[in-house]
C-alpha cells in the first residue's frame, strides 16, 4: 500500500523564480491538503484540493496556487519566490469527506537564495 | 482549581520513563484532535487522534487526554524507549473546516 509520496526532495530555487512541487496521494485517498512548515515551527495550511477544486485555503497569498488531477495526485505552485518561503513543503492525503485522518509524506525542502 | 499542563518546547526524559506531553489549543470549537510525531527530514507521523465526546483514549504506550474546559490536550508515552525522541504536535479540527491547525511542536529527546 503506497503512502504520500512528494517529488522533489530538495529544491533550490533563486528570489523571483518560480516552481512546482509534486504530491502522490495514499493509494485509495481522493484528497491533498499542502502545508508550509517553516523551521522549527509547526505545519500551516497552504489550501487543500477535492474532485480538482480548491476547496478551502488558508491566509496563503496568491502567489502561491496549485492543482489536481483526475488520478488525485496534486501539485503546488510557488510564483515570485521570496526568502520567506524557504520551508519544508507538506502534503497530506485524506479520503473525500473523512478528513479526520490525514497522512503526511515526507515532504519537500525549499530554499530560496 | 485544576492544574494546566504547561507547554514545554523541549523535554528531556530518561529511558524507561514515562514521557507527557502538553499542548493548549486555541479553538473551543475544535471538535477533532491527533498528535503527530515528526522525525529529522521526515513528515508527521500520526500517533493516536481523540473526538471531543471522549476524554482518554490509549493506544499502544501512548494515551491522549482530553480537557475542553480548559482547552488542553496532554500525550503520555509510558516507557519512553531511544526511538521516541522527535518532535511532537498537537492538532486541531474545527467542524467543516477542512483544515488542520497544529500547536507549537515540543521537542522530546530520551537519555540513554
Known amino acids: 500500500d503506497a503512502g504520500v509520496t512528494q517529488s522533489p526532495t530538495h529544491l533550490i530555487k533563486t528570489r523571483g523564480q518560480q516552481v512546482t512541487l509534486r504530491c502522490s496521494p495514499k493509494s485509495g485517498h481522493d484528497t491533498v491538503s499542502w502545508y508550509q512548515q517553516a523551521l522549527g515551527q509547526g505545519p500551516q495550511f497552504i489550501f487543500q484540493?477535492?474532485?480538482?477544486?480548491?476547496?478551502q485555503r488558508g491566509n496563503f497569498p496568491d502567489r502561491f496556487s496549485g492543482h489536481q488531477f483526475p488520478n488525485y495526485s496534486s501539485e503546488l505552485n510557488v510564483n515570485a519566490l521570496l526568502l520567506g518561503d524557504s520551508a519544508l513543503y507538506l502534503c497530506?492525503?485524506?479520503?473525500?469527506?473523512?478528513?479526520?485522518?490525514?497522512?503526511f509524506g515526507p515532504g519537500t525542502r525549499l530554499t530560496v537564495t | 482549581g485544576e492544574s494546566v499542563g504547561l507547554h514545554l518546547p523541549t523535554l528531556s526524559v530518561q529511558e524507561g520513563d514515562n514521557s507527557i506531553i502538553n499542548c493548549a489549543y486555541s479553538?473551543?470549537?475544535?471538535?477533532?484532535f491527533i498528535w503527530y510525531k515528526q522525525e529529522s527530514g521526515k513528515g508527521p507521523q500520526f500517533i493516536i487522534d481523540?473526538?471531543?465526546?471522549?476524554d482518554k483514549r490509549q493506544g499502544q504506550r501512548v494515551t491522549v487526554l482530553l480537557n475542553k474546559t480548559v482547552k488542553h490536550l496532554s500525550l503520555q508515552i509510558a516507557a519512553t524507549q531511544p526511538g521516541d525522541s522527535a518532535v511532537y504536535f498537537c492538532?486541531?479540527?474545527?467542524?467543516?473546516?477542512?483544515?488542520?491547525?497544529f500547536g507549537a511542536g515540543t521537542t522530546v529527546t530520551v537519555r540513554a
Open positions: 481523540i473526538r471531543s465526546n471522549m
Open positions: 497530506a492525503s485524506s479520503l473525500g469527506l473523512d478528513l479526520y485522518e490525514q497522512y
Open positions: 492538532a486541531e479540527m474545527a467542524p467543516n473546516d477542512y483544515k488542520l491547525s
Open positions: 479553538n473551543s470549537a475544535s471538535d477533532y
Open positions: 484540493y477535492y474532485e480538482e477544486e480548491e476547496r
